[in-house]
């Protein structure tokens, strides 16, 4: 197997795409603007400085969903899409996606954001193949917990670990912006610092990875 990894925020997107939508769920009125911004702002600080708790940011994403049934909160990711993540889809994300798939290689992406956010992003970039934190669903409703191991720094290479089961990658490609991705970037035979945060950028030069400009 030949397989090309990708993150999806500030990678192949523009944004963060958990922080939008808790600002997104602000903007449309529908949960304590205070309390959610101020919360989503510091778990945002964390993870930007490498200290996120994947844990307890994911939970406070997921108490959203409890309250929710499937078929709303299907209809509200649609209005996300629609209002925020689209615009912010970056063209060089889907041209290093089609070059991939023409060289017949597996895609695959990779995120801490959680599935229910990042699943339906993926797909609309064409990448069916996705490793992300879980929300735990329980008789078709969220329950509010997270399941395995969250898909976050090392935790990424555990969960890729999982999602191989054995086979066996003959080359590989990992694209990210984020030091939190340093362990996936050191795992590949080529890896791709794409628009990098200060650390990694210093991290990929010292390495001699192939730094990018995706910004649009």
């Known amino acids: 197997m030949k397989l090309a990894l990708f993150d999806l925020d500030h990678t192949l997107l523009n944004t963060d795409s958990d922080h939008s939508w808790g600002e997104f769920l602000v903007n449309e009125g529908l949960v304590d603007p205070i309390r959610h911004r101020e919360m989503n702002n510091k778990f945002y600080e964390d993870y930007k400085a490498g200290q996120l708790d994947p844990i307890a940011y994911n939970e406070f994403v997921f108490e959203f969903l409890t309250q929710h049934d499937n078929e709303y909160l ?16 970056r063209p060089e994300g889907f ?107 210093v991290l990929a030069t010292e390495q001699g990875w192939d730094i990018q400009d995706w910004s649009i």
Request: aromatic share 8%; glycine share 6%; proline share 3%.
């Open 74 to 89: 299907t209809e509200l990711h649609q209005l996300f899409m629609q209002k925020v993540i689209r615009p912010q889809m």
């Open 95 to 201: 041209k290093a996606i089609q070059r991939h798939k023409d060289a017949g290689h597996e895609l695959v992406g990779i995120t801490a954001t959680s599935d229910f956010i990042t699943a339906p992003i993926f797909r609309e970039f064409g990448i069916t193949e996705i490793i992300a934190t879980n929300a735990e669903v329980v008789d078709g409703k969220y329950t509010g917990k997270v399941i395995n191991i969250p898909c976050y720094q090392k935790g990424k290479l555990a969960r890729l670990d999982q999602w191989l089961e054995g086979r066996e990658v003959t080359e590989s490609w990992a694209y990210s912006d984020s030091i939190n991705d340093r362990f996936l970037l050191e795992y590949a035979d080529h890896s791709i610092a794409v628009n990098p945060d200060d650390r990694l950028e």
